[in-house]
C-alpha cells in the first residue's frame, strides 16, 4: 500500500549518526510522496550540500521525461529486481527530476547529489549499512553520475558512468562538475526494454567489466508510476525493498 500525499510522514527521528553523514531513513510505503509527488522545495539544505555550494532551498525540477510515451516508467520509481547476490537489488531510484534533452535523447542524473546541476539528493535508495553512509557522501563528493544515452527508438539506452575524479584526492576540491566519463573498455552498463509494451515499465540492465562481454545484471521495474499511483511491478516493492530506505539529503 502506498501512502496517500499529505497525510502525516511518521519516519523515525534522524540519529546522529544520520545527521552527521547527511543521510536519512524514508518509509517505504511513502515513496510515492517523498520520491515523486514532493518537489522538495521546502528542504533546507544539508551539511554536506552546503559544503557544495547548495546554501539555500531548492525546488526540484520536472524532467518532463513522463510526456515521451516510450519511457514514462523511468519517471516514476523503478526498483532493482535482481538476485539475491546482487549486491543493490532492492534500490529504487527515478529520472523524474533529472536533466533531460529530448531532442538529444540523453538524461543526466547526479546519483546521490552533488555540486552544481539540479537538486539530486533523495532520489536514489539503497540499504541501511554503515557502508553506505560513507559511500553516499563519497559519491557526491566526486558528483558520481549517470548518464542514460537512449537509442532512436527508446527501446534501449546506453549508460555512462561520470565523475570529477577529484572528490576523493585529498587537497583538491569536489566543487567542479562531472567532467571524466569511464570508458567502456573499463566499464560498461546498458539498459534494454523488454515486451512488448514499449512504456519504460520494465528493463533488463547489463553490465560489462574490462572490456568482456555484456551480462544480465537485474531486472529494472516500475513501482510507482509518475502520478504517484502503484507502478506495473508494485507488488515487487514489498517483496524486494527494505521497509526503511537509506537516501542522501
Not at 9 to 27: D, I, N
Not at 65 to 79: C, E, H, N, S, Y
Not at 97 to 106: P, T
Not at 186 to 201: H, I, R, T, Y
Request: include cysteine.
Amino acid at each position: 500500500m502506498l501512502a496517500k500525499p499529505g497525510a502525516e510522514a511518521g519516519a523515525p527521528a534522524p540519529t546522529f549518526l544520520q545527521r552527521l553523514c547527511c543521510v536519512e531513513l524514508k518509509r517505504r510505503e511513502r515513496l510515492n510522496e517523498w520520491m515523486i509527488l514532493d518537489d522538495n522545495a521546502d528542504a533546507a539544505p544539508s551539511l554536506i550540500e552546503r559544503l557544495l555550494c547548495r546554501c539555500t532551498s531548492a525546488a526540484r525540477s520536472n524532467s518532463h521525461i513522463a510526456d515521451v510515451p516510450q519511457i514514462r516508467g523511468l519517471a516514476g520509481a523503478t526498483l532493482q529486481r535482481g538476485p539475491p547476490d546482487w549486491r543493490t537489488s532492492g534500490s529504487v531510484q527515478t529520472l523524474k527530476w533529472s536533466h533531460f534533452d529530448e531532442e538529444k535523447r540523453v538524461a543526466t542524473l547526479q546519483v546521490f547529489g552533488g555540486f552544481g546541476g539540479l537538486p539530486s539528493s533523495g532520489l536514489w535508495t539503497e540499504k541501511d549499512v554503515l557502508a553506505w553512509y560513507c559511500l553516499i557522501n563519497l559519491g557526491r563528493l566526486c558528483n558520481y553520475s549517470y548518464r542514460f544515452e537512449f537509442y532512436d527508438d527508446w527501446r534501449s539506452a546506453d549508460i555512462k558512468i561520470m565523475s570529477n575524479c577529484c572528490g576523493c584526492v585529498p587537497c583538491c576540491l569536489p566543487c567542479c562538475p562531472a567532467w571524466c566519463t569511464v570508458p567502456d573498455w573499463l566499464m560498461k552498463f546498458n539498459a534494454v526494454q523488454v515486451g512488448e509494451k514499449v512504456d519504460g515499465s520494465h528493463w533488463v540492465r547489463n553490465s560489462s567489466y574490462f572490456g568482456a562481454p555484456m551480462q544480465y545484471s537485474y531486472d529494472l521495474v516500475e513501482v510507482v508510476r509518475p502520478d504517484g499511483s502503484p507502478g506495473a511491478y508494485f507488488d515487487d516493492l514489498a517483496k524486494v525493498a527494505p521497509e526503511a530506505m537509506l537516501v542522501s539529503r
